[in-house]
């Protein structure tokens, strides 16, 4: 008698037998799954772990202190209107040669002219962006892309690190610096580079080796990826406050030349 595993009534298989088994096995492959890495809610859970993390970013915070030109009010709007109601009517003057529609047309719009001219928005009195002149917008948004991708995998010393290159470059994108011998073009230039290219490698760097390994010695004496993130951030952050300290000697500098000019005005 031939065994039962040799029975040709009987199929041997890896998968569910029916369909309820089938619906059963399904689910439980897509609950093992992992969501993919780059869909666009864990997008914006980075973005919003970012921005908890280390603020606003800083083309927004930047652009944010832009002056805006204010809005007309309801009253310039309704002179605008008389004024040009006025207009229409002492032009229908003249198309019929009638004196009183003409008079009273022009006597309207005269006055919705003044009025308009009184009750014009006010000019915005500087209204250059900050960050025009040290950073622009793609350096700036690659220093925040930078960060927004590090954020979660960054340590409490790092982010403070980040944080506080962070706050200076916010004090400088307010600055408008000429230059001169205390604050030079390859001041500006480094600046913008670290925005766009130093400080992203770096943290790029760090986030190639694996998490599991950050604060292991890979090689003889070396340091820790970690460590040698924390080194990296503080030169840059060490350079960058002495070019914003140059940046406050250019500005002085001008204090000083009015300083002089006064003393050489001194009577003898």
Known sequence: MNSPEDDSRFVAGDGPVN?????????KARATEEPPEHSPLAERLQKVHA???LGAPLAESLAASVPAQAAPSALHIA???VTAGGGVVALLGVIQAAVLPLAAGGGIALLGAVGWWRTRPAKAAHSAAPAAT????EALQAFDRALEAAAHELGEQATQRVLEIKEAFQRMGHERPGHDEHFTVEDRL??????RRYLPDTLQAYLRVPAAQRRQVLHEGQSSAHDALLQQL???HGEILAREKKIGRSAAEVLARQQRFLESKKSR
Do not use: G
């Open 19 to 27: 369909r309820r088994t089938a619906l059963l096995h399904e689910r």
């Open 51 to 53: 921005r908890s993390q």
């Open 79 to 81: 002179t605008s209107v």
């Open 134 to 137: 040290l950073f622009d917008t």
């Open 190 to 195: 480094f600046l913008r580079e670290c925005l």
């Open 234 to 236: 503080a030169l840059l």
